[in-house]
T-cell receptor, first 113, second 114 residues
Framework: QQPVQSPQAVILREGEDAVINCSSS?????VHWYRQKHGEAPIFLMI?????EQKGHDKISASFNEKKQQSSLYLTASQLSYSGTYFC??????????????FGQGTTLQVKP | ETGVTQTPRHLVMGMTNKKSLKCEQH?????MYWYKQSAKKPLELMFV???????ENNSVPSRFSPECPNSSHLFLHLHTLQPEDSALYLC?????????????FGQGTRLTVV
């Protein structure tokens, strides 16, 4: 079951904050976040595991609410380099140790000067 | 070279052609994946290989045929494609089975079927 992301698109000014949400109708065991710039490969940002463990980017934070089956990505003091499309991916095995992911439809973030 | 490399970057083919996409990973990973990214659609997992064995075929039509001769190389053989198969095809690799892992993606092959 594909996770659902919201919002679909965000436009920010540099220095503003943004939150991107990812929710699933199925139980979530781990959530992976990626960013893809136009014409480039998706780049890993963060993984959140059931139980609160996290691994990822220093300047980006995220939360994982297992009961609500939701994850949120927090982009604070946004920079121009944050522009791109953000994808959340869920792992059907719940182990966190696979690249076999079901991705959401993506959230396009544009940061303007 | 480092990371995941895909060739060609762009491909235009007719519906009766046969072509192949190539992916090579230089990360020593044990798993490789093919994903399809269509316009305004999420990334869709197509195939998974772990230690050269196919472990997942996500209901992909037989006109797409994967091949994994070793843990560093992955191919996607294409034949008699349809225009709706036009998309960005992404290859990824990861190290499965050892703690949590991230997938490393190549830059993709932009395929246009005419």
């Amino acid at each position: 079951q594909q996770p659902v992301q919201s919002p679909q698109a965000v436009i920010l000014r540099e220095g503003e904050d943004a939150v991107i949400n990812c929710s699933s109708s199925k139980a979530l065991y781990s959530v992976h976040w990626y960013r893809q710039k136009h014409g480039e490969a998706p780049i890993f940002l963060m993984i959140l595991l059931k139980g609160g463990e996290q691994k990822g980017h220093d300047k980006i934070s995220a939360s994982f609410n297992e009961k609500k089956q939701q994850s949120s990505l927090y982009l604070t003091a946004s920079q121009l380099s944050y522009s791109g499309t953000y994808f959340c991916g869920t792992d059907p095995y719940g182990s966190g140790n696979t690249g076999k992911l079901i991705f959401g439809q993506g959230t396009t973030l544009q940061v303007k000067p | 070279e480092t990371g995941v490399t895909q060739t060609p970057r762009h491909l235009v083919m007719g519906m009766t052609n046969k072509k192949s996409l190539k992916c090579e990973q230089h990360l020593g990973h044990n798993a490789m994946y093919w994903y399809k990214q269509s316009a305004k659609k999420p990334l869709e997992l197509m195939f998974v290989y772990n230690f050269k064995e196919q472990t997942e075929n996500n209901s992909v039509p037989s006109r797409f045929s994967p091949e994994c001769p070793n843990s560093s190389h992955l191919f996607l053989h294409l034949h008699t494609l349809q225009p709706e198969d036009s998309a960005l095809y992404l290859c990824a690799s990861s190290q499965e089975g050892t703690g949590y892992t991230e997938a490393f993606f190549g830059q993709g092959t932009r395929l246009t079927v005419v």
